[in-house]
């Protein structure tokens, strides 16, 4: 009842700024910023990926509690750099938003793209998604520790998908703490990895908790250590010992956010970010980030501006 | 078993599922006749109105439109020679040749026959065996595969018959221009010339737009204006003939389709390439193929929807997505908070055999639907085309800048065509090229995955038996037909030394 007495103060405010805006827009006063009735998300990969599901959530979630219609619009391509590219010429555009990952660091950093991940703005970070060590359940390793055994031996083949995707991130993390090397096939997708496991193609593919918790609960998939800071408080998950339990400093979380474009009035950044506060306090906020088992962690504005900052630090030292 | 689908058809026979059952394969349809518009697309779009469904009821609905579309994706292919889906650009080669001979009607009512043959079948092995099998598909790796697309194209180059290097050109002409983008597993932007578009490869949909709807529309205004097609109402209606020549057709081309289905990322696309490429080599009626044989359409068609069916083979039984519009579908499953994977049908049975079920209605009503609307569909040529190639210029064009809400699809699809209306002119086969686009990005990951499977040594494909099996059939194909006429040759020569003496 709460929500829907909030969406109706929040409508009729919307709907008298624009009625307002309407008057206004044949003086001078155009700079002003009009909340609007319709905006795009878009999602800068295909429908059906993580990217997709987070920016449909964030999309629906800003209907629910602004009034506004928000469509999801996929510009998929050159692994993020399509839409993000695209976000890039909608400088100064207050209707528009894009579901935001890792790419956003990663890109610039690897690939000649011509935007940078401070070239736009950042409005919210939803949480993190973690990644966990996932090996077949016929493997004979046991843990993240025996993995690193065996890869100063022989060679041991990891799946990653993408080049600059957590996967790589985490898999060169291990290598880097403790001096080893893996091979790596590269995939596409996780779906496609989680195929590869099972098939007996790699031996061991670090994978988000949502993509691998179906064949965790039966038992095809076997999770060796998850990378984070402290242990999972999902009871699926909760007996899944840390990297760093097993001797191995690692722990990298794949950020899940929306930003704007750059160059956005003052008014706009902050009607989005007072939104994405409202968001966050609903419960779709809650039912996405448990249903994909991530780590809340809900920072706005300048906040997220310094957590990217150290993001960048820390995928540079990865990539190298 | 006999439990299962009582669940099942106590949840589908409900009169909300069924209505919203109904609407899925109707919207389906529609979706697949408009170029452009796919299923994956149409699934996305519309994903956001099924929040307020039961989660089984959506999924009834989505699934209906995904499978729906497989049969709209026909319509346009037969009649004005620009395929709906990529699934059934294969469709145009014979089918528009019938709908020129006054044949539309019978062209679509056997792929309405043929998908619905192909789309029960695959259904009674999707429900009696799809765990074992999709632990069968999970064997297949990057080796595998690497195979499986290699014969991909071997059929598709030869099926042209004596055009053989005309073939293999296009297809080359394909790989190359699916080599622009993003590479996998590097991560290297190659051929985009800073274009930002260009990142994410040469779009295959608006290519198909282009070269085959205003490649075609372009090849018909040099040509002159062909009277419209005045077809006798026993001409549009399908005969018993037909139907008897197509069954092993469509037999064959479920078979295919079903096999290539299972296997996570081949996809319909080839299944339906391939099916062709096979029904050329063994119909009895193969020289026919290409002017107009009902073979060349029912085959592909039943691979397509056998494809689309075997694609729920890994979705529903181990939570990893078969093509594009089932990983939309598993995404969605998150949504409604169901949690895909091996356990699915155990958890869930009552969505599970209800969605099953479903597949059988909406099979019903699509094959209800299309039989007596083929005819009238194909009483749309009679259209002069003064005023049918406005209309499809139109569509096209909508339909490009669709897929992706920008101009640049656009002139894509305007290059294309341009570059289709000439290949028309010097007589070059168009479906390799397309196949060639097709198959690109999945050889290419392919074989950088068996190259990182070998650490470097594309040897390893040696390691793997069906590997080896399925390459000795690419060299077969390759130089058996010329084998064998040599052969026969010299079983000859003696013969015709024989007649010169007299």
Redesign the interface.
């Known amino acids: 009842m709460k929500s829907r007495t909030n969406h109706l103060a929040i409508g009729a405010v919307a709907a008298a700024a624009v009625l307002l805006a309407g008057c206004s827009s044949t003086g001078s006063s155009a700079e002003e910023f009009a909340a609007p009735t319709r905006a795009t998300m878009i999602v800068p990969f295909?429908?059906?990926?993580g990217s997709?599901?987070s920016g449909?959530?964030v999309?629906?979630g800003l209907e629910g509690v602004t009034g506004l219609t928000v469509t999801?619009?996929?510009?998929?391509?050159?692994?993020g750099?399509?839409g993000y590219?695209?976000l890039l010429g909608m400088e100064g555009r207050e209707d528009v938003l894009l579901a935001s990952e890792l790419a956003l660091v990663s890109l610039p950093l690897?690939?000649?793209?011509?935007f940078r991940s401070d070239s736009f703005t950042p409005i919210m970070n939803l949480g993190g998604d973690y990644a966990l060590l996932m090996t077949a359940a016929s493997s004979e390793f046991e843990t993240c520790a025996d993995v690193v055994t065996a890869a100063k031996a022989e060679?041991v083949?990891t799946a990653v998908t993408?080049?600059?995707g957590i996967d790589e991130i985490t898999v060169s993390l291990i290598e880097q703490d403790q001096d080893v090397e893996f091979?790596?096939?590269?995939?596409?997708?996780g779906?496609?990895v989680?195929?590869?496991l099972?098939?007996?193609?790699v031996d061991v593919a670090p994978l988000n908790p949502?993509e691998v918790?179906?064949?965790l609960?039966?038992g095809?998939l076997r999770a060796l250590c998850a990378f984070t800071e402290e242990r999972y408080a999902y009871e699926e998950l909760a007996a899944i010992p840390t990297a760093a339990e097993q001797g191995i400093d690692v722990a990298f979380a794949q950020f899940r956010g929306f930003i704007a474009p750059g160059g956005i009035s003052e008014d706009a950044r902050k009607y989005w970010i007072e939104a994405a506060e409202a968001f966050a306090d609903s419960e779709q906020y809650t039912?996405y980030i448990e249903?994909?088992m991530m780590q809340p962690n809900a920072v706005y504005g300048d906040e997220f501006v310094a957590f990217l900052d150290e993001t960048r630090a820390d995928v540079e030292a990865a990539l190298g | 078993m006999i439990d299962n689908l009582i669940l099942g058809f106590q949840t589908a026979l409900t009169p909300e599922n069924l209505l919203w059952c109904l609407v899925g394969v109707v919207v389906g349809t529609v979706i697949g006749l408009l170029p452009g518009l796919g299923s994956t697309t149409g699934v996305a779009v519309l994903l956001p109105l099924t929040f307020a469904f039961e989660p089984v009821t959506a999924l009834i609905m989505l699934a209906g439109i995904y499978y729906g579309a497989q049969y709209g994706g026909t319509i346009t292919s037969v009649l004005i020679a620009t395929p709906g889906e990529a699934a059934s650009v294969v469709t145009t080669l014979d089918g528009y040749q019938m709908a020129r001979k006054g044949r539309a009607g019978a062209a679509l009512a056997i792929a309405a026959i043929g998908s619905f043959v192909a789309a029960i079948l695959s259904l009674v092995l999707l429900m009696a065996v799809a765990p074992p099998l999709a632990q069968l598909a999970v064997q297949f790796g990057p080796v595998e595969n690497l195979a499986i697309m290699t014969l991909g194209l071997v059929i598709v180059v030869t099926f042209q018959g004596g055009k053989l290097v005309r073939g293999a050109m296009m297809a080359a002409l394909g790989l190359l221009l699916a080599t622009v983008g993003v590479s996998t597993g590097f991560g290297e932007a190659r051929f985009t010339f800073g274009a930002v578009e260009l990142l994410g490869g040469i779009p295959f949909v608006e290519v198909t737009i282009g070269l085959f709807a205003l490649g075609e529309v372009l090849h018909q205004i040099r040509v002159g204006a062909a009277a419209p097609i005045r077809a006798g109402f026993r001409d549009m209606v399908i005969s018993r003939r037909d139907v008897s020549k197509s069954i092993p057709s469509i037999l064959r081309g479920s078979g295919i389709g079903f096999m290539l289905g299972i296997l996570p990322g081949a996809g319909s696309t080839l299944a339906s390439f391939m099916a062709y490429g096979i029904e050329r080599r063994v119909s009895r009626n193969r020289d026919q193929f290409g002017r107009g044989a009902i073979e060349g359409v029912a085959s592909p068609e039943s691979a397509n929807n056998a494809a689309a069916n075997a694609n729920f083979i890994p979705t529903l039984s181990l939570g990893i997505p078969g093509g594009a519009t089932t990983a939309v579908l598993l995404g969605a499953f998150t949504m409604y908070g169901l949690q895909p994977g091996p356990l699915l049908f155990e958890t869930q049975p009552a969505l599970v055999w209800g969605l099953l079920v479903s597949f059988f209605i909406g099979n019903v009503v699509l094959l209800l639907l299309n039989l007596p609307l083929a005819p009238v569909f194909a009483q749309m040529l009679r259209v002069p085309y003064g005023y049918l190639y406005p209309i499809i210029l139109l569509t096209s064009i909508i339909g490009a800048y669709a897929v992706s809400n920008n101009t640049f699809s656009i002139w894509i699809v305007v290059v294309f065509g341009i570059i289709g209306w000439i290949l028309k002119e010097i007589d070059l086969p168009l479906a390799p090229l397309v196949l060639g686009l097709v198959l690109g990005p999945l050889l290419e990951k392919a074989l950088v995955q068996t190259s990182a499977v070998g650490d470097g040594n594309l040897g390893v494909v040696f390691t793997s038996p069906m590997a080896v099996v399925v390459l000795i059939l690419c060299m077969l194909l390759c130089t058996g037909p010329s084998i064998l006429r040599a052969l026969r040759k010299r079983s000859q020569d003696p013969v015709r030394e024989h007649s010169q003496v007299e």
Do not use: K
């Not at chain 1, 295909?46 to 990926?49: D, E, I, K, M, T």
């Not at chain 1, 690897?110 to 011509?114: G, L």
């Not at chain 1, 091979?183 to 997708?189: D, F, G, H, I, Q």
């Not at chain 1, 099972?198 to 193609?201: R, S």
């Open positions: 295909a429908a059906g990926g997709d599901v449909r959530a999309a629906s999801v619009e996929n510009r998929e391509g050159g692994a750099a399509v590219s695209a690897a690939q000649d793209v011509s060679r083949v993408g080049a600059t091979a790596r096939v590269p995939y596409e997708s779906g496609e989680v195929a590869a099972l098939g007996g193609h949502s918790v179906g064949q609960e039966s095809d039912d249903s994909n």
